[in-house]
């Protein structure tokens, strides 16, 4: 086999998981090598392209998440795909897409009294996000450490603990567990969102991670009236589908 043919395949398979309607050949071998100054152009037309916004919608749907604050289904949303696909690229293409506000609910936390805070964005935001997750989810993954685990593809959870495994058999007797309580929920520093505005400078697609961190959450109470308050970050809000968040931590 060719040496450059075992190369390309050798790039293929560390990047297989990533989003084939975006990632080409020649985009990978940038990402394996690295661009000029670290830093990517003009992403934002992966962005909107209708192979890539379909191919978010088939995830979006997978996920059967609920209706935003528009009560909108992902039944609803597929009636009329290719219209709301098509009204979607147009939008991002021109810089005049705007995310909806999120719908707040609250999950019991096990064990205890307290609520676990949910923030569902709107089936188009999803989708919006899904598709931005595509282009910059590689990007991220290449500069992330290795002893890193949380949402990133291919590692979980028992990834982390064999590492703690052979650590402890290298002889490590001490394990720290640490957890910054609702953290997330207070702070307002988000990695991606930072770092992204310098890895791609001139690119709108930091814009749509921006935007919905400054949106206000819709909280329906028991008399299922609508009441408003701030959203400092969509981090801990929407963690499987955020592209904010949904890159690896």
């Keep these: 086999m060719p040496t ?14 990533v989003e084939a309607t975006v990632w080409t050949e020649r985009m990978l071998t940038a990402l394996e090598d ?48 290719e219209e709301n696909l098509k009204r979607l690229e147009e939008s991002l293409r021109t810089g005049t897409y705007r995310p909806g506000a999120i719908r707040r609910a609250y999950l019991p936390k096990p064990g205890t009294k307290e609520q676990r805070p949910l923030g569902i964005p709107t089936v188009r935001d999803r989708v919006v996000q899904a598709a931005a997750r595509h282009v910059l989810e590689p990007i991220f993954e290449r500069d992330f450490a290795a ?29 720290l567990d640490a957890d910054l309580k609702s953290y997330l929920e207070t702070a307002t520093y988000c990695t991606p969102v930072h770092e992204g505005a310098w890895k791609r400078p001139g690119c709108l697609s930091i814009t749509l991670i921006r935007r919905p961190l400054r949106l206000p959450q819709r909280t329906w109470t028991a008399f299922r009236s609508p009441r408003f308050t701030r959203c400092n970050t969509v981090c801990r809000e929407t963690p499987s589908r955020c592209a904010a968040s949904s890159i690896g931590t």
């Design 4 to 17: 450059r043919a075992k190369q390309a395949g050798e790039v293929h398979a560390r990047w297989v998981w």
């Design 34 to 81: 690295g661009v000029k100054g670290g830093r990517w152009f003009s992403l934002i037309d992966k962005v909107h392209s209708p192979a890539n916004l379909r191919s978010a919608f088939t995830k979006v749907k997978a996920n059967r998440g609920a209706a935003g604050v528009d009560h909108q289904t992902i039944a609803m949303f597929e009636s009329h795909l």
């Design 147 to 175: 002893q890193s685990y949380g949402f990133r593809p291919g590692r979980g959870c028992k990834d982390a603990l064999r590492r703690v495994d052979a650590l402890l058999r290298q002889g490590y007797a001490w394990v």
